[in-house]
C-alpha cells in the first residue's frame, strides 16, 4: 500500500475599514478630547473560527492515475489509496477608526476573524478495488485516518492561534498619522504571523501523515488480503 496525502496550503484576506459608525460617535461628543473618543471606541475583538470539512470519495481512478496525483509516492509501493485536501485560512480585518485631520493623527481598534478549514479534502481508493471485500476497507480505514489528522490539526490550530492573535493583535487601541497607515500596519503584522502559522502547519501535518504511513501499514494489504493483483 502506498498511501499519500498531498497538502496544499491556501489562505487569502480581505482589509476593510470601518469608520462609519465611529464617525458618528465623534459627532455625538463634540467637546470630549481625541484621546478620549478613541478610548471610547468599541473593544477590538480576535476570532478564529474552525470551518467544518466535507469529506468525499472517489474511485474514478485507477493506481497508476493515483500514483500520478501522489506527490510523494513512493516507487517501491503502489498507489491503491490517496487523501487530497487543502489546508489554509480565510481573513479578514476591520477596522473603527477615528481621524483628526487637524492634527494628522488617527486611532482604531482591530476587529480580526479567521476561519481555519481543511477544505476540497477527496479520499481516492483505485477503482479496480471498489467491492473488493477485504482491501476496499482497508484502504478506506487507512485514508480515513489522514482525514483524521487534518481534522484534529485543524480543531487543535485555531484556539491556539486565536491565542496566538489575542497576544500579538489585542483589543488595544491602535494610532498613526491616517486610518490607512494604521491598517497598514496591523496587516503587516498580521501577514508575518500567518505566514509562520502556515509554515509550522506545513511542517506538523508532514509529520503527523508520516507517522501514519509506516512500513507496517505498507504491508498491512498483502499480510491480510495477500499479494495485490
Given amino acids: 500500500m502506498n498511501p499519500a496525502y498531498p497538502i496544499a496550503l491556501c489562505a487569502a484576506a480581505a482589509l476593510l475599514s470601518g469608520c462609519e459608525r465611529v464617525a458618528a460617535l465623534a459627532t455625538g461628543t463634540p467637546f470630549a478630547s ?4 478613541c478610548a471610547a471606541l468599541e473593544d477590538g475583538r480576535i476570532d478564529v ?5 466535507e469529506v468525499t470519495e472517489d474511485y474514478a481512478h485507477d493506481h497508476a492515475d ?45 476587529r480580526v476573524r479567521i476561519e481555519v478549514a481543511a477544505s476540497s479534502m477527496t479520499v481516492y481508493v483505485a477503482r479496480e478495488f471498489r467491492g473488493d471485500p477485504c482491501r476496499e476497507p ?14 484534529r490539526y485543524a480543531d487543535e490550530a485555531s484556539p491556539a492561534l486565536e491565542r496566538e492573535l489575542d497576544a ?4 488595544r ?14 496587516s503587516a503584522e498580521l501577514t508575518a504571523h500567518l ?31 495477500g499479494a495485490t493483483p
Avoid at 49 to 53: A, K, Q
Fill in 34 to 37: 481625541f484621546e478620549a473618543r
Fill in 49 to 53: 473560527v474552525r470551518v467544518p470539512s
Fill in 66 to 110: 493515483l500514483a500520478r496525483l501522489a506527490e510523494s509516492a513512493s516507487p517501491r509501493h503502489r498507489t491503491v489509496g490517496l487523501t487530497r485536501a487543502k489546508f489554509g485560512y480565510r481573513s479578514t480585518l476591520e477596522l473603527d477608526g477615528l481621524e483628526d485631520p487637524r492634527g494628522a493623527r488617527s486611532c482604531a481598534r482591530p
Fill in 138 to 151: 482497508l484502504i478506506l480505514e487507512h485514508e480515513h485516518r489522514h482525514v483524521d489528522v487534518f481534522e
Fill in 168 to 171: 500579538l493583535v489585542g483589543r
Fill in 173 to 186: 487601541v491602535r494610532h498613526g498619522a491616517t486610518i490607512a497607515e494604521v491598517q497598514q500596519a496591523l
Fill in 195 to 225: 505566514e509562520a502559522f502556515m509554515a509550522s502547519a506545513r511542517d506538523e501535518l508532514a509529520a503527523r501523515h508520516a507517522a501514519v504511513d509506516t512500513h507496517e501499514e505498507y504491508g498491512k494489504l498483502a499480510r491480510m488480503c
